[in-house]
């Protein structure tokens, strides 16, 4: 039986979600940059960190995630090109001869069994997942959730004032 290590993942969505209908399931395809993020200052012995040095994203990795059946309808129902998120799974390799080469090919691919939001600069709404929902050949089936009940949901708050209050 294969082993494979589990690897959580925080990044950026490189691009739009792309939904697949397969024979029995549902594919849904979706690219991650994660990089890290370390003051300009930690790039360079000679400079003094202080509250005015810059961020920088250093070390980043772009990689291809794919995940399947009821997460993949999720997954293109609920993300857009540039949403922080959160993807647990494991990386492998997958293979192909290259048609018009005859070459081997390879990349790693990260197989996604949790896909989530990163919460630290957005509020969020939810519903859970209807039934029937499976069934569907193509994102432009699947059901509109009800707007009228949620709140605003893409709202960057990471640059207002922390004047929420808690308990109030």
């Known amino acids: 039986m294969p082993m494979h290590i589990m690897t959580t993942l925080v990044g950026h969505l ?58 993949a309808l999720n997954a293109k129902q609920s993300l857009i090109k540039g949403r922080p998120v959160l993807v647990h799974g494991y990386i492998f390799t997958q293979s192909w001869i290259d048609k018009e080469t005859q070459q081997s090919r390879s990349k790693a691919v990260m197989r996604a069994h949790y896909i989530g939001l990163e919460l630290s600069r957005y509020v969020v709404g939810s519903r859970k997942s209807l039934a029937g929902e499976t069934t569907y050949s193509s994102y432009d089936e699947l059901p509109v959730p009800h707007s009228s009940e949620l709140p605003e949901i893409d709202i960057d708050y990471s640059s207002q004032e922390d004047n929420v209050r808690i308990g109030v």
Not at 39 to 44: A, P, Y
Not at 50 to 63: A, G, K, P, R, Y
């Open 14 to 71: 490189t691009e739009t979600p792309t939904l697949i209908k397969t024979k029995n399931s549902h594919l849904c395809k979706l690219r991650l940059a994660s990089s890290r993020r370390v003051r300009r200052s930690h790039m360079h012995e000679n400079v003094i960190a202080n509250s005015d040095t810059e961020w920088v994203d250093t070390d980043t990795l772009f990689i291809d995630v794919e995940c399947w059946g009821q997460l």
